[in-house]
């Protein structure tokens, strides 16, 4: 098995919960890359944003990236936009292996829309956007990031039909798949 099996994909998409199953089904550690943020920079990711705004918010996401690769071991859940570029994810998948969790923006919409945790769905006044707005910001958000999701190793669905223990298991089989392809 790779030390290091990292999860992508879209905000809502279930990498948390089914990075967090993946790592009980193969008794690793788990990491939530956004819990690890919010402990390194001792406030939450909403009051992150506030204080340093998105560009603070990524320099911190990154650095905890890379802490993360140099002493980790086990299954990492990603931010959805912790692909900030080509030399990350390239040093990622030269780290380990990299999961795209992939749902369609139509669930991840239903899901998120009302989740005022998320800085990024919330206007300036610290109000959620219309779901209109969402909508569209969403999409072009999702076709900007697709291109690094896709270099992803290994591609799972989870359209919201399935468990997540479902998902889980049939991750591990491609993971095992993958690996004894080696
Ligand atoms: C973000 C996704 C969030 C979190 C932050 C920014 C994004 O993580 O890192 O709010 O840019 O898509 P989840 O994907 O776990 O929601």
Known sequence: MPQLIFLCGFMGSGKST????????????????D????????????DIFKDS????????????LLQVIRNSEGVVALGGGS????QLVDHIKLNGLLVFIETPISV????ICK?????????KEGKLKSREKLKDELISLYKNRLPFYEQ???RLVNDGQQTA??????LLKKIKTHVSSY
């Open 18 to 33: 089914i990075g967090q199953l993946l790592a009980t089904e193969l008794g690793i550690d788990f990491q939530d890359l």
């Open 35 to 46: 819990l690890k943020i919010e402990e390194n920079a001792g406030k939450s990711i909403p």
């Open 53 to 64: 705004g998105e560009t603070g918010f990524r320099r911190i996401e990154r650095e905890t």
């Open 83 to 86: 692909l900030q570029d080509q």
């Open 108 to 111: 991840i919409l239903e899901r």
């Open 115 to 123: 989740d005022e945790s998320r800085p990024l769905l919330l206007d």
């Open 152 to 154: 992803a190793d290994i």
């Open 165 to 170: 223990q479902n998902i889980a298991e049939q």
